[in-house]
């Protein structure tokens, strides 16, 4: 159980252009999901909260207009890349709390995006 | 001072050791402190978590977390080759988003 899902599982696009990833729970309901970007070597860093239904909370530093989130469901949340630039090169991962109790998250496999 | 301090390492011991990995925080209010394993290019897999103090087991892996010190560890038992891969603390505070450290590096030599 506890299964999260990533689409694509790798992108690679031109500047300029824009690029949605997918998340999704399986097998469970997530009333909340969160998106995380990893640099090479580096830690996983909280970009933004999403709630179903309600606009993303961004973390400090974090574009919201250029990281457009979506949560339109209890099982899908979408993050859009818009006028992708060679520096938002990196992993993006996805999370999701199982249910309504804190504590535990379970993440997606990740996407690798490469910005040319 | 970062909010999780983790070394990188990498650490690397032998088949059938006893590893030890660690975390420090700086935020008393985190009430929720989780492992993760991640291996390349791969998204984190959720491993033990606890809540509060105290010690958790789960088959080779044990779970420690001291508030007083403000510090968590994870042990792993008759390690083997398969656990190979980056462990990653995770702390929260409940209903956010999670804090990571860097990860640590793991190797274990047949």
């Known amino acids: 159980g506890a299964v999260v899902s990533q689409h694509p599982s790798w992108v690679i696009c031109k500047s300029g252009t824009s690029v949605k990833i997918e998340c999704r729970s399986l097998d469970f309901q997530a009333t909340t999901m969160f998106w995380y970007r990893q640099f090479p070597k580096q830690s996983l860093m909280l970009m933004a909260t999403s709630n179903e239904g309600s606009k993303a909370t961004y973390e400090q530093g974090v574009e919201k207009d250029k990281f457009l989130i979506n949560h339109a469901s209890l099982t899908l949340s979408t993050l859009t890349v818009t006028s992708a630039h060679p520096e938002d090169s990196s992993f993006y991962i996805c999370?999701?709390?199982?249910?309504?109790?804190?504590?535990?998250?379970?993440f997606g496999p990740g996407t690798r995006l490469t910005v040319t | 001072q970062k909010e999780v301090e983790q070394d990188p390492g990498p650490l690397s011991v032998p088949e059938g050791a006893i590893v030890s990995l660690n975390c420090t925080y700086s935020?008393?209010?985190?009430?929720?402190f989780m492992w993760y394993r991640q291996y390349s290019r791969k998204g984190p897999e959720l491993l033990m978590y606890t809540y509060s103090s105290g010690n958790k087991e789960d088959g080779r892996f044990t779970a420690q977390v001291d508030k007083s010190s403000k510090y968590i560890s994870l042990f792993i038992r008759d390690s083997q080759p398969s656990d190979s891969a980056t462990y990653l603390c995770a702390i929260g505070g409940g209903a956010d988003g999670l804090t990571f450290g860097k990860g640590t590096h793991l190797i274990i030599q047949p």
């Open positions: 999370s999701a709390r199982a249910g309504t109790g804190v504590g535990e998250q379970y």
């Open positions: 935020n008393s209010a985190f009430q929720y």
